[in-house]
């Protein structure tokens, strides 16, 4: 059963221990950037093990690692991306993703998207193939990282819940340090789904994004460059070239004239 989780907040600066028995993390993503108001907080769904004391020097793939851990321990965390904020889970741990399901009451049958640290991570969840292949990686390219979601064929064995029983899956490459240094640190696909009520408008501030799901998710990352708040444009990719299926940052005209 899930502790209630508590909230400290410190300046990066001068952070170099929590609170005794707090069951919260908090400390800088970038612990040499200027702007101090950036920050990671990793909520900790357990009490800190020894004195619980924090280096204020640790590295960045440290303090990633604390995050991916609670991936791995099927946590689900709201992260900035590019694009909008959205809810981190391990892609292909069936617990997780149900845990994304219940944060965002999303319908059972609307799969969820996923975000990768590069192509190479696309086999993991896509057996995309020949012509549709090459569309896809020309596209990849051109465009990843960045706020083209490619819809390419399933893999076989992905977990049920991901692809709402659907064959496709939808994926990209975000342009944006947090989720590339999880997905990549993880070492598999993270979940990419908007950190929102489903259903609900956006949310493109952060202090809206605590306010709506801090009770409910295992930690919430604000580090790094703010979502620039327009969703990814979204097409399926075939033998026949992309189709659109959501209109976004990207124009697609723009697309089409890559391929051209």
């Not at 991306?81 to 069936?94: E, F, H, R, S, V």
């Not at 490619?150 to 659907?166: D, I, K, N, S």
Request: charged share 15%; aromatic share 4%; with cysteine.
């Amino acid at each position: 059963m899930r502790r209630a989780i508590r909230w400290v907040y410190c300046e990066p600066k001068s952070m170099t221990t929590m609170a005794s028995g707090c069951a919260d993390v908090i400390m800088p993503l970038f612990p040499h950037s200027q702007n101090f108001g950036d920050y990671i907080s990793i909520l900790r769904a357990a009490a800190p093990s020894g004195d619980g004391k924090i280096n204020a020097d640790m590295g960045y793939q440290t303090e990633i690692a604390q995050a991916v851990n609670c991936l791995a321990d099927g946590g689900v965390v709201a992260i900035p991306t590019d694009t909008l904020y959205g809810l981190a889970a391990d892609a292909l741990n069936p617990a997780a993703l149900e845990r994304v399901y219940q944060v965002k009451g999303r319908p059972a049958d609307m799969p969820l998207p996923v975000l990768v640290s590069g192509w190479e991570q696309v086999a993991t969840v896509s057996n995309v193939r020949g012509l549709a292949r090459a569309i896809a990686e020309q596209l990849a390219s051109r465009y990843w990282p960045g706020p083209l979601t490619l819809v390419l064929p399933a893999a076989p064995e992905l977990p049920p819940r991901l692809t709402a029983g659907r064959d496709t899956i939808a994926v990209r490459m975000p342009d944006h340090d947090v989720p590339l240094a999880l997905a990549k640190s993880l070492g598999r696909p993270i979940t990419g789904t908007s950190a929102n009520p489903s259903g609900a408008e956006d949310i493109t501030d952060p202090e809206d994004l605590r306010r709506c799901l801090g009770g409910l998710v295992d930690g919430i990352i604000t580090a790094g460059q703010q979502p620039q708040g327009t969703a990814s444009t979204i097409v399926a990719v075939s033998e026949n070239g992309p189709t659109l299926l959501r209109a976004g940052a990207l124009q697609f005209c723009e697309i089409q004239q890559a391929l051209a």
